[in-house]
């Protein structure tokens, strides 16, 4: 496995653990971050995981600033992971960017695996 250094940006609710195993199995290195708060978008990431259970304006906030810079690099970094089966979108983010959990776990495990 290429190296795969991760972010996780969250907002109020914890990450699951079942979800930090997939994340932390792919990558061989992940800082988390919280917000409201700083978000870092370091240019040596590799993905950004972004995590909400149901409606949270800030992981969206963040999650749409991250997919302008993306379109703008061009680079395909991004992740967005809803804890629920609620339908939250975020405006930028493809279909194939956009999981959610667990229902996705195995759609998730596979990104994850081959860096897709």
């Not at 190296?3 to 990558?27: C, F, N, W, Y």
């Not at 991004?78 to 776990?105: H, I």
């Not at 998730?108 to 081959?114: C, P």
């Amino acid at each position: 496995m290429n190296a795969m250094k991760t972010v996780i940006v969250r907002g109020k609710s914890p990450l699951p653990e079942s979800l930090r195993d997939v994340i932390e199995r792919g990558s061989t290195s992940v800082h988390e971050c919280h917000v409201p708060g700083p978000t870092p978008m370091p240019r040596d990431v590799d993905r950004f995981v972004f995590f909400t259970t149901g409606d949270d304006p800030d992981v969206a906030a963040a999650a749409r600033q991250a997919a302008r810079a993306q379109r703008t690099d061009g680079a395909e970094k991004l992740v967005y992971v809803l804890g629920d089966d609620g339908a939250q979108t975020v405006e930028g983010l493809s279909p194939t960017e956009v999981y959610v959990w667990p229902r996705d776990e195995d759609r998730l495990k596979m990104a994850f695996m081959t860096g897709a």
